[in-house]
């Protein structure tokens, strides 16, 4: 079955940098639009950015736009997440999260749109 790891989650002064990534097994991944969901205590899970199949096309929440870079190694079936300038209110728990797509440059913005999920990794900002 699909599997999906986070990793490189920790704990990181305000300005700092974090680097996220996703190993994903038991699909064929470069045939999944990905992406990376956060969730702070007591808030929706939402979506902070996306990537398609080839990494041909990307969406970037506005939170996190000039500061959060996406990107995939399909070789390695692995999404990444780098994160620089971080702020105190990027502190939440990051899923990654996969869904099977037939169609180049396509990215999905909604929770719905994913039907395969990682467990989360924790990342907080301290001011």
């Known amino acids: 079955q699909v599997q999906l790891v986070e990793s490189g989650g920790g704990l990181v002064q305000a300005g700092g940098s974090l680097r996220l990534s996703c190993a994903a097994s038991g699909l064929t991944f470069s045939n999944y639009a990905m992406g990376w969901f956060r969730q702070a205590p007591g808030k929706e899970r939402e979506l902070v950015t996306a990537i398609s199949w080839s990494g041909g096309s990307t969406y970037y929440a506005d939170s996190v736009k000039g500061r959060f870079t996406i990107s995939r190694d399909n070789a390695k079936s692995t999404m990444y997440l780098q994160m620089v300038s971080l702020k105190p209110e990027d502190t939440a728990v990051y899923f990654c999260?996969?869904?099977?797509?037939?169609?180049?440059?396509?990215?999905?913005?909604?929770?719905?749109?994913?039907?395969?999920w990682g467990q989360g990794t924790q990342v907080t900002v301290s001011s």
């Open positions: 999260a996969a869904r099977r797509t037939y169609s180049e440059g396509v990215v999905y913005y909604q929770r719905g749109d994913y039907n395969n």
